[in-house]
């Protein structure tokens, strides 16, 4: 049980391009989801959190106009990265929980790389 | 603010060997923690847990923390390492809305 999806895992976009990334969780309801930045060699950073039908809170020093996200629904949320630019490419991981004070579980992982 | 310190960057141990990963964590009241492993180019897979109760936790794969409060530390530890232990480890505590702070992270090299 607990498992997290994430689609695509791997992407190649222009510069300049959108990109969307999906997380799903498959056999639970995810009262929150949230995304992470992984760096090479890096620990995970918190970009925000989402709660299901209301807007997502952003840590501090993410452009939320940059990445938007959306949970429309209690098992799919997703990270659309606005006008990529090759700073933007990274491992992007999106996690869920079933309530606000439960277990995170991970899904697999998108490498985005912008040209 | 809560933060989580992994004071090993990478550790290396011949395969049989007991393993312990070290976490101390900065945390204002009871934490919830955590540890994740990572294999490369994956996602995060959870070992165990601590939310409250008996302080030694027992998780999938063999592995085990303890929870010491005194000391701030959660360190993970397996008896005997398996080659498919290596892996990135992660050492994480939550707190309010179930925000996760993650510690840098233990690379783990396992020889045979």
């Known amino acids: 049980g607990a498992v997290v999806s994430q689609h695509p895992s791997r992407v190649i976009c222009k510069s300049g391009t959108s990109v969307k990334i999906e997380c799903r969780s498959l056999?639970?309801?995810?009262?929150?989801m949230f995304w992470y930045r992984q760096f090479p060699k890096k620990s995970l950073m918190l970009m925000a959190t989402?709660?299901?039908?209301?807007?997502?809170?952003?840590e501090q020093g993410v452009e939320k106009d940059k990445f938007l996200i959306n949970h429309a629904s209690l098992t799919l949320s997703t990270l659309t990265v606005t006008s990529a630019h090759p700073e933007d490419s990274s491992f992007y991981i999106c996690?869920?929980?079933?309530?606000?004070?439960?277990?995170?579980?991970f899904g697999p992982g998108t490498r985005l790389t912008v040209l | 603010a809560q933060s989580v310190t992994q004071p090993d960057i990478h550790i290396t141990v011949s395969e049989g060997a007991s393993l312990e990963l070290r976490c101390n964590y900065s945390?204002?009241?009871?934490?919830?923690l955590f540890w994740y492993v990572q294999s490369p180019g994956q996602g995060l897979q959870l070992l165990l847990k601590?939310?409250?109760?008996?302080?030694l936790v027992q998780g999938i794969k063999g592995f085990e923390a303890e929870f010491k409060r005194s000391q701030s530390s959660f360190n993970l530890r397996k008896p005997s390492v398996h080659w498919s232990d290596a892996a990135e480890y992660f050492c994480?505590?939550?707190?309010?809305?179930?925000?996760?702070?993650f510690g840098t992270g233990t690379q783990l090299k396992v020889e045979l």
């Open positions: 989402s709660n299901e039908g209301s807007k997502a809170t952003y």
């Open positions: 056999d639970f309801q995810a009262t929150t």
């Open positions: 996690s869920a929980s079933p309530s606000a004070a439960d277990t995170q579980y």
């Open positions: 945390y204002g009241a009871t934490p919830y």
């Open positions: 601590y939310f409250s109760g008996d302080t």
């Open positions: 994480a505590v939550g707190g309010g809305g179930n925000k996760l702070t």
